[in-house]
């Protein structure tokens, strides 16, 4: 088989395109010849992915395949695709589903017996952690912490023993936010690594321990998308409070962290392996 026979474009295919996540010379030839070929192209915001076409003086068919209206969405793609159709499914940056409804489509198609084949290119969650400077051979991905603050901190709670290095994308808005539930699940001691707007113009890569990533954050309002690297426990982490007393280990997370008291003395607890009440207890005496 040749490669051109290879890159021919198939009919009922779903395509999933990875997309430029700033700089829109981060596509891929491949993907180009996929968005001049296929028949249409489903995308997350079709304004965004018409700026992309544009620039590339493309001209091609969109529809809309968005959170809000996946289902009905994706039933109609999916009867395209039976009648013979191929489909480029692009979301606003980087590799479609991931933290997209893209995963839905995707199921959908395996479901029907859909061929469906990846276009590698950017993703966010990758380039960032190539960059972190945090263990790269063994990590987990866990892009955004959705629900209410007690679901995140329980999410946080459960991941605290990981060793694995963590991946986590959030909001400028909710940073702040974030880090305060990542130090009371992991300490303020543990490292991150903040990549700010990757491939953009203003793109950053901040490493900090977490404590110094919440002063950082108080001290100047976050801007741009973020991509958070936290490294996995190890095996000497809470060495910091060995020598302390609960009073002392207590307003560690209060003074230098800037947790509430309620916060810093289950931070306190989850360090020291004992209950809140023990804690608490310490305190009170």
């Avoid at 839905?104 to 479901?111: G, K, P, T, Y």
């Amino acid at each position: 088989m040749t490669e051109h026979e290879k890159n021919k474009i198939l009919p009922s295919t779903l395509y999933l395109v990875a997309t430029p996540i700033g700089n829109l010379e981060d596509i891929t030839l491949r993907a180009l010849k996929i968005l001049t070929e296929c028949d249409f192209i489903a995308a997350e915001d079709t304004r965004v992915t018409a700026k992309l076409l544009a620039t590339y003086e493309l001209r091609k068919p969109l529809v809309t395949y968005e959170e809000h209206t996946k289902r009905a969405a994706g039933e109609r793609i999916l009867e395209r695709l039976k009648a013979g159709e191929s489909c480029a499914l692009v979301t606003d940056a980087g590799t479609p589903g991931i933290s997209d409804p893209g995963e839905d489509l995707v199921r959908l198609c395996a479901e029907h017996g859909i061929r469906v084949v990846p276009i590698p290119g950017a993703c966010a969650a990758i380039s960032a952690l190539i960059v972190s400077g945090l263990a790269t051979r063994r990590f987990v991905f866990e892009g955004f912490l959705d629900g209410k603050d007690s679901e995140k901190r329980e999410r946080l709670s459960d991941l605290a023993a990981e060793t694995r290095t963590l991946i986590f994308y959030e909001a400028p808005h909710r940073l702040k936010e974030t880090l305060a539930h990542m130090a009371e699940a992991f300490g303020g001691e543990r490292h991150i690594t903040l990549c700010r707007e990757i491939t953009k113009l203003n793109e950053e890569v901040l490493r900090f321990t977490l404590s110094e990533a919440i002063a950082y954050a108080e001290n100047k309002p976050p801007r741009g998308e973020f991509v958070l690297l936290v490294e996995g426990k190890q095996q000497n982490e809470g060495c910091f409070w060995q020598n302390m007393t609960v009073r002392e280990h207590v307003s560690y997370y209060v003074d230098t962290m800037g947790l509430e008291k309620m916060a810093a003395v289950k931070a306190t607890a989850k360090d020291r392996g004992v209950p809140k009440n023990s804690v608490y207890r310490e305190l009170i005496d």
